[in-house]
């Protein structure tokens, strides 16, 4: 496999990023860099520490990294975590109030101690509103991971605040057996891009066909995040297989919920490098973010909506005549 | 009436749903088949997500019908919370 950080990969400009990766050999990982200038979005340090733990660690090469910017990725955790001496010395200090380094969740334990250490690390203590819908997003997307990836590693997750634009932004990725297998359980699905927009439906789970879905997934946790992307005008990208989703940022008058996700602004493709498992990444504006309690409400009123619809649908069912 | 105190078991984010099922399974099903109401206290807790929520009550629709909604009663809850077992409770009424 091969890797290679771009000038600049962020969600806005990550087909860029995922057209240069290259994912045949698996069993080996080479990592290359721009030389005068590198800044990447978490959800690409989260992609390769999880490349990287596929891998044994003699077989992973890391070019030496040149930018000025090289420091960004020592402190991220990138070498440590693919066990890689970079020959960059920094000044560890706390990270508090700037990024989340790459860390690996691999179990419920595990997270429900990431969780409470994140908002602290975010420096979101005196923004309830916003830690909320962080961790609210976080939770949701590593138990995921957790209950449908049957990801040896469990998921692999890092996140940064950006003073600039005032934007958290999380990357989460993990190596397992992607969503279109997991989708395929219930429901058809031809292409890894048919299952990705099924599992970003309301109500729609790979663990059941039954409407309600079963006593411990219902099929909305992926439909609550792209709401909150969709309402807070973000990006939100989801990729796994060869296909990738990617939520475009709306006008402000322009905010309508869609059960279906192909109805959202949005760019799509099903002929990306193969990625085995599954990615997420989102940015989180804080500037915009909805208050989480109103948010809930629509995301509620168009949660119900989809299912009446699938009813009916259901009900209306045609007489055969041969 | 048995109480059951959610802070105590999940802690202030209740989001674990392996805790939420152990609680469903172990204290609120056996209250309901003996016929025992059942209050959910989430005093102390101030945010849920809709998978914890779904984990906790979605199965009592199933066992119990729509009407386990006259057996348990929800207290002290925010009105993050509040909405949220709304989602749920709506969404698994209207899954019949």
Redo the contacts between chains.
Sequence with gaps: MKVYFPNSAFLGNFDGFLKRFDPTNPEILEISANPLWVSVHPVVLAMVAALGSRVKPDKISCEVFEAPSKNYFERMGLFKSLCVKSGIHINEHDPAGRFIPIVQIKD?DG??KF?EDMIPLLHLQED?EHA?TI??IV??LV?NVL?HARSRDGAFLAAQYHEKSNTIRIGIADCGVGIRETIMQSYSAPTDLDAIRLALMP?ITGTTK????T????G??LF?IKSIATRNRNFFVLYSGGAMYKLLKRKPDDLTLSADPFNDRHSRGNEFPYWQGTVVGIDITLDTTEG??RL??L??EI??EA??ER?RARKNIQPKFI | MKEIKLLDHVGSFAENKDKARQIRVQLIIPSLESGEGIILDFTGVDAATQSFVHALISDLFRKFGSEVLDKISFKNCSEEVKKIIGIVSDYMQEAG
């Design positions: 419920s997270l429900e969780l309830p909320k961790r609210y939770s949701e138990r209950e109500g039954k409407e309600g879905g006593e411990q997934n219902a909305a946790g609550f989480f309690t809930l409400g995301i509620g949660y119900e299912v009446k009813r």
